[in-house]
């Protein structure tokens, strides 16, 4: 659930110039779909906050706030925006002074906005808080958000990557890469395989395996690529054989109908699928379950995570009251009543917080397995010019899997072109 958007080009002088424009298109828009009341005003005693998620979460969102807000006297309103023009949606905000206090983003956002000056930095604003919550943040969320020692959101959830099976059919997952290829071979002598529901030819993809394999998309220091390594061949190499000799195919296939017909008895995809399975699937219930990704040559099983984050405006006329806000909800009481709420929207959004899964209602099976992958998972890259770089990592994926180019050659152009996209 993690949304990379590309082509973020332009600095906020331009950005200035063309927000006349969105702001009225999204007025005009506004008249056509769900009402969307205004942002608060300069000195209003509101604080406005904006998810992008659904109604459902909105809603249980907006009566926490009610709650908490009601001594303090100021009013709250949590108003949904939706995934597609999100990103738009903010830039456009930021251009025309016309921010929410609170945002809540997808995990590579608040680098972007804070880089505009658009968000509070919040390791500057509340260092000791914020030192206080890390302890309580999966490591691999955390790696997402801080660069340079500036952090601009902690996580409000995850989504995280995990293996499918058909126990019926496969009696043990598999726990290594070998593993995998011998059971991927064993299933394509039966017309059988496995299907990438989240992560198909794309970065996502390749993501774990690179980690696996002991290498990242850039160095420690964010500085420079680390595409160009012998740990992303062998990844890639890897990655790319699922195509071209493991029978996992090309094209999207979506894992409830891949497991429920039996034909992909193994798949790689998001925990959000556990609720889809079950609406979806229901005749094969009991005859699936989950597990953590296969082990690679450096002993890791590292998936990739993505979810959203949440920060504060630096326009906002209430920061304080808005962290102490933004940390009500990262309690784990709260965050357990926000992961009913996403399920009840079918989002299936996990908590940031590990403590709040002491008391996550959820079946102790997928429990165990969910938080164990957390543990062992990466979000993408807290490296600004990363969601531009994207695009050049997954056309080198295609080249190999689709036109065999020559694995190395490809890693290398990518890795050049991500070198120059990269910010300060």
Same mark, same amino acid.
């Given at each position: ?99 929410? @206090? ?321 910010? @300060?």
């Amino acid at each position: 659930m993690d949304n990379s958007w590309q082509n973020r080009e332009g600095d906020i002088k331009s950005l200035k110039f063309i927000a006349v424009f969105f702001i009225s298109t999204l007025v005009l828009l506004a008249g056509c779909g769900k009402k969307q009341a205004p942002p608060a005003k300069s000195g209003s005693q509101e604080v406005l906050m904006w998810l992008v998620g659904s109604e459902i979460q909105a809603k249980a969102i907006q009566t926490l706030g009610d709650g908490f807000f009601k001594d303090t006297g100021l009013t709250f309103r949590c108003e949904a925006i939706s995934w597609g023009d999100a990103h738009t949606r903010y830039l456009t905000s930021i251009a025309g002074d016309v921010v929410p @206090d609170i945002g809540t983003m997808g995990l590579t956002w608040g680098e972007e906005f804070g880089s505009l000056g658009a968000i509070v930095d919040l390791a500057e604003e509340f260092p000791r808080d914020l030192g206080l919550l890390k302890e309580k943040i999966f490591p691999g969320l955390w790696s997402s958000l801080e660069h340079k020692g500036k952090v601009y959101g902690i996580p409000l959830d995850l989504s995280v990557q995990i293996m499918f099976y058909r126990n019926d059919i496969i009696a043990k997952p598999p726990r290594t890469w070998q593993e995998l290829e011998d059971k991927l071979l064993s299933l394509k002598k039966e017309n059988k395989g496995m299907l990438f529901d989240w992560g198909s030819m794309s970065w996502i993809g390749l993501a774990p395996y690179l980690w696996q394999a002991g290498g990242d998309f850039y160095n420690p220091e964010g500085n420079k690529s680390a595409l160009d390594s012998e740990a992303a061949v062998n990844a890639l190499k890897f990655f790319s054989r699922f195509y071209t000799e493991l029978g996992v195919p090309k094209t999207q296939i979506p894992l409830e109908q891949g497991m429920r017909t039996g034909d992909f008895p193994l798949a790689i995809s998001g925990n959000w699928k556990i609720d889809s399975l079950h609406l979806y699937a229901p005749e094969i219930e009991g005859k699936w379950s989950i597990a953590l990704l296969p082990e690679g040559p450096v002993n890791k099983r590292t998936a990739f995570l993505g979810g959203r984050v949440i920060g504060i405006f630096n326009k906002s006329k209430h920061k304080k009251e808005a962290w102490e806000f933004i940390k009500f909800l990262f309690q784990p009481q709260t965050q357990v009543k926000l992961y009913e709420a996403a399920r009840s929207a079918q989002d299936s959004y996990l908590p940031s917080n590990i403590t709040a899964w002491d008391t996550l209602p959820m079946e102790s099976e997928f429990k165990g397995v969910l938080k164990a992958q957390a543990l062992d998972a990466k979000g993408p890259p807290g490296v600004l010019g990363w969601d531009e770089s994207t695009r050049f990592i997954e056309e080198a994926i295609q080249r190999v899997v689709l036109q065999q180019a020559d694995i190395k050659k490809e890693l290398s152009r990518a890795a050049v072109e991500m070198n120059k996209n990269i910010r @300060d």
